[in-house]
């Protein structure tokens, strides 16, 4: 087969058998017909050019087995495809369940909590070309920011847009986390993940995060929790008459609830301390979450056969042509 070439019905290049049959026949049938004169010498066709009918004696029949062969190809239908190898590739779906609460406005990260959290979760998403990804936040209550998707120009986006100004102040992280696994239990991938990333402790929202962590473990999802905040105080803005002033406030995560939540699902809890410290997390669990899937390209095929039937309808015209006309003598 030709090269990037692949042939729909390859059974008809049995047709080529027709080839040297047809060579035979000529040979042996149609010039045993041709009569003979006997000459008691050559010497006469010494010094006798060829005319240029005789020079061109076995065009028609090459044009014949030309033609013959390209209408045999074009039977087998010739297609080139540019894809259709199977592939391994890494795809699983995730959800990115984000704390927004005000106290993520402290600085012991820069420029803040908020912001070094949307930069490092840019930088995961770009690394993550095949997975589905979605978005939530949550303070006070929850909200699905981005559902699961492959778009992630419109995901990257909307991560942006994330502020502790769209959602009420407080801290409900069982409320994202049930909102975190609503976007995800449908998915249709091996692998379901949320992160759920926090720098506070449990004080509103409708649902227990322990309830919420027993029903991740039920749709089999893992959660990857991180607390974020240095240990013992950070500084935090506060709007005064006077502008804003800074006041350092103590770090609380509850360490004990998020690692209980992660153990439960077969997952881990990490704790960040500073943009270094967060950045590597993220790496870890890029790390941790490569689920490797077949993937069947779909093939894009050409059809070629055209170009083949041109070729010889143009052959087997022009060898009639030539028969009945320049070449008329020839049989």
């Known amino acids: 087969m ?26 042996y049938v149609i010039r045993k017909r041709r009569a003979r004169i006997t000459f008691s010498s050559t010497q006469i066709f010494t010094y006798t050019k060829p ?45 990115l369940a984000m704390d927004v609460s005000g106290s ?19 930088d995961f998403i770009d690394g993550r070309p095949n997975d589905q990804i979605g978005l939530v936040i949550f303070s006070g209550e929850s909200f699905t920011l981005c559902p699961i998707t492959t778009d992630h120009a419109v995901l990257k986006n909307q991560l942006m847009r994330a502020s502790s100004e769209m959602l009420q102040d407080g801290t409900g992280i069982g409320d994202g986390l049930a909102t975190a696994i609503a976007r995800v239990k449908d998915a249709k991938t091996k692998s379901k993940v949320i992160i759920l990333l926090t720098d506070g402790v449990n004080n509103s929202g409708a649902i227990a995060p322990a309830t919420a962590g027993e029903i991740a473990k039920t749709f089999g999802i893992r959660v990857y929790a991180i607390g974020v905040g240095r240990n013992g105080t950070a500084p935090y803005p506060f709007k005064t008459p006077f502008g804003i002033q800074y006041q350092d406030v103590e770090v609380k995560i509850d360490e004990a609830l998020l690692k209980e939540i992660s153990a439960g699902t077969d997952a881990k809890y990490f704790r960040a301390t500073n943009n270094n410290k967060l950045r590597d997390i993220y ?11 077949e993937v069947t390209e779909f093939r894009r095929y050409t059809e070629l056969y055209w170009i083949w039937a041109a070729i010889g309808c143009t052959c087997l015209i022009t060898e009639l042509l030539l028969r009945y006309t320049l070449l008329r003598s020839i049989p």
């Open 51 to 95: 005319t240029l009918r005789q020079r061109f004696i076995f065009l028609p029949l090459a044009l014949r087995l030309i033609g013959t062969t390209a209408l045999i190809i074009a039977l087998a239908r010739p297609q080139s495809s540019s894809s259709g190898q199977d592939v391994r590739t890494e795809g699983i779906s995730i959800c």
């Open 283 to 293: 790496a870890e669990i890029d790390k941790l979450e490569r689920t490797k899937i």
């Open 2 to 27: 030709m090269a990037g070439v692949t042939f729909a019905n390859p059974q008809f290049f049995w047709l080529l058998l027709l080839i040297p049959a047809m060579l035979t026949y000529h040979i």
């Open 104 to 122: 993520m406005l402290a600085e012991d990260f820069k420029p803040n909590r908020i912001e070094a959290v949307k930069k490092v979760a840019l």
